[in-house]
Structure formats: C-alpha cells, structure tokens
C-alpha cells in the first residue's frame, strides 16, 4: 500500500505539470508549435519566448496583439497564461487561460524548448 501511495504522489504531480501535455490538453486546438506549420485559429507558437509580440506573420491579429511593440519574456508570458484580457484588454486570446500556476510554469517552460 505504501509503495503504491508513493507511485501515485510521484506520478500525479509530474503528469499534472509535464507542459507537453498541458499544452496538448489546452492550447492544441487553436496553435501550432511546429516551426512552418500554418496558424489556425490562434498563431503558431514555435520560438514565441523572446518573439516579437504579434509577430507570426502568416496570423491575423487583434490590435491589442498587433500594437503590443515589445517581445514576450516568460514573465509576460506567465502574467498573459494567468488572464490574457488582463494583460492585453482586447486580444482574442479571450479566456483560455490556465488557473493553475503550476500548469503556466510547465507550459512556459514547453515553450521556451519549441524553438
Ligand atoms: C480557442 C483558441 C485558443 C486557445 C485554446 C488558446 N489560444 Fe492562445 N491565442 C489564440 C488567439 C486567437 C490568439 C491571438 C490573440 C490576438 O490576436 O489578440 C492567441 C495568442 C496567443 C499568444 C500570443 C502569440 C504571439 O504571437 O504573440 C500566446 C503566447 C498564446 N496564445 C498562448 C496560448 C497557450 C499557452 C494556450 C494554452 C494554455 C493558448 N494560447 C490557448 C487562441 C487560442
């Protein structure tokens, strides 16, 4: 019984924050992060951390995106995870957030290895 309590605490966490999966579960359905792939509803996402803001070219953004004229850093990116409408009042990000910290972490960390 012990050993099983143990597998299921060192499991749970690590799936829960395996930012691969997150973003699978989360953002899949609206980005690419395959370098090239078209944008679908949201843009591609490939080498975001450090990217111009708005800056998938093949992506038609909102104004809110598009006038945005700084790049993303993790911490912006953390802060636009958290509430995109908060940070940027008007993007279509809309409210695909993630209310759970751990989960932004992962994804951001994800990310910044999409390059
Ligand atoms: C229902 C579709 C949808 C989902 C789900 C979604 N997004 Fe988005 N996302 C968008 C759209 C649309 C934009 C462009 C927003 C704009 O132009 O204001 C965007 C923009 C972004 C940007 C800015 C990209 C850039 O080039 O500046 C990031 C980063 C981002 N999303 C991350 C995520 C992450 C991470 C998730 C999962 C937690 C997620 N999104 C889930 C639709 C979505």
Request: hydrophobic residues 45%.
């Amino acid at each position: 019984m012990r050993v099983m309590a143990l597998a299921l605490a060192l499991t749970g966490p690590a799936l829960a924050q395996d930012g691969r999966v997150v973003f699978e579960n989360h953002c899949a359905s609206c980005h690419a992060v395959e370098r090239g792939a078209e944008a679908g509803p949201g843009p591609n996402l490939a080498g975001v951390v450090g990217r111009r803001i708005g800056g998938d070219r093949a992506f038609g953004y909102s104004p809110a995106l598009e006038q945005a004229g700084r790049n993303w850093d993790r911490a912006l990116l953390l802060r636009f995870l958290a509430d995109p409408e908060e940070v940027f009042p008007g993007t279509w990000m809309g409210a695909n957030n993630l209310p759970e910290a751990a989960d932004r972490a992962a994804v951001a960390d994800f990310l910044q290895s999409v390059r």
